[in-house]
């Protein structure tokens, strides 16, 4: 059997809000992105995918949909779509739509439809009543005691019905209610639409929440953390998630039409993980985890909780990851994404000094994994986090709605200001940088959300004029992965687990090794050459400095090493 031929591709996500401007409102939009495919084929990236631009009030910025088969005319038009499809088909290249469907806007004219109890569309959504012995809208009346991901309560009380309804997120973004049939058709019938329309997969939004546990009953008290009173587990993973998964990929045809597809799973474990993309079971193609991306918080529930990263814990999350998926099932591999803060501020140094090697660094060792890398727009620059300074400059939901929560338990401001800095959405969601001028060449007009000022040294135009920059970096490591069966299929292995500074491992592939090591700190760090492979007749593929001792790195040195065993 062929491999498919995502196994081999490297994904670019495209945030739209905050990719180009064209149309000078200060906010991206598709004809923006059209405007810059020849940047995307230079790095060599085979899969765009898009953040959603469906119609959408913008609550949760186009992640709550009042319409699947329209674009917002923020974003612009279906035939602008028609453009970009077109416009990267031609150049080689995929596209890959974000779906939504754990939940829609309340402003989807079926959720509007389902307000009314006596409507056909009243079980399309989760309707419960008030908990019993409780009035309905009092103090504690919510029929259990969840919370939402986005924090305050998970069920929204409506007057009309005197019921309230399930809302994981937002109260502008309920619920659907998987279990009913004519529900899961709709939105397949809108997969297929797309789907015909040229779209080559999906991007799937929380999909592992989709199947509730059923009676829904209240949760154990996370202690610490009473505001999200549940435990989330009871919400992940549920009972007919596998099922749905199914029907929904023999319904759109996803493996029959060989598309893309990659479920974002909250929480998700490698157990699960294998489950969901074992190819016998036509499910997924591939999950995005989240593990990596929480070993920076205290045990618990909120990424506010800010800890140092360990990077033996990093390393040792990897491996497992690798280690689990390497018979059967794959994984995504990613530092970045509209929700994440950026990695060369978050795991690197975004020093003047130190932010080029370690952002080459840090791709190195994503790059270099076995899976499928991911790109966030602007990462192959090493562009850094907002640098935020007050809460008027954040305009995610989620960081307004931290901060009040946060105020309202007692939090200082300015431990608030922090942790927002640290963790907040709108780190990754800042404007791209295309050039020095003073909008970075993203718009004309005042962009939605502020540019960072450190645009006028970071920014594709300089990128694209250095031959040393990340930029190049990053296509070098896409080259690697297209050009390697070794990067592609090589069996991993860690090295060092418990280095402090140095992330080390290799993959093996028919008689060679790739040895990748990384110096992850600002000081110079010798190599332990009795517990690597012999570096002296390797075949350097890819460095990040021009030095050349086999037995010490420089301060976020990078290497790849091509060996020949029956040399070695
Ligand atoms: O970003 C998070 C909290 O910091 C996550 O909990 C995030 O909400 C979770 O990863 C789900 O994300 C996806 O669904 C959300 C949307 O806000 C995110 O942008 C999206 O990636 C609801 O649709």
Known sequence: MTSPWWKSAVVYQIYPRSFADSDHDGIGDLPGIVSRLDYLKQLGVDVIWLSPVYRSPQDDNGYDISDYNDIDPTFGTLADVDELIEGL?????????????????????????????????????IWRPAREGFEPGTEGAEPTNWGSFFLGKGWEFDPRSQEYYLHLFSPKQPDLNWENPAVREAIYDMMRWWVDRGVDGFRMD??????????????????????????????????????FLKEMNREVGIDAKELFSVGEMVMVD?????RYTDPANGELGMVFTFEHMSLDQQPGLSKFDLKPLHLPDLKQNLALWQDALAEVGWNSLY???????????????????FRVPSAKALGTVLHMLRGTPYIYQGEELGMTNAGFLSIDEYNDIEAKRFHELALSLGISEWMILIALAAKSRDNARTPMHWDDSDHAGFTSRSPWLSVNSNHREINAAEALADPDSVFYHYRRLIELRHELAIVREGRFELMLPDHERIFAYTRQLDGQLLVVVANWSQEYVDLPTDELPTLTEAELLLGSHASASHYQLEPWESRIYLLDLAKG
Not at 270 to 274: G, I, L
């Open 89 to 125: 088909h031609a150049r080689g290249m995929k596209l890959v739509m974000d779906l939504v469907v754990n939940h829609t806007s309340d402003e989807h004219p079926w959720f509007v439809e389902s307000r009314d109890p006596a409507s056909d569309k009243r079980d399309w959504y």
């Open 206 to 243: 929380v999909i592992n929440l989709i199947s509730k546990t059923y009676p829904l009953v209240d949760g154990p008290v996370t202690p610490g953390f009473e505001p999200l009173c549940y435990d989330p587990s009871m919400v992940t993973d549920g009972p007919r998630v596998e099922e």
């Open 335 to 353: 530092w970045n994404n509209h929700d994440q803060p950026r990695v060369v501020s978050r795991f690197g140094d975004d020093s003047d000094e």
């Open 270 to 274: 490698v157990e699960h993980a294998r």
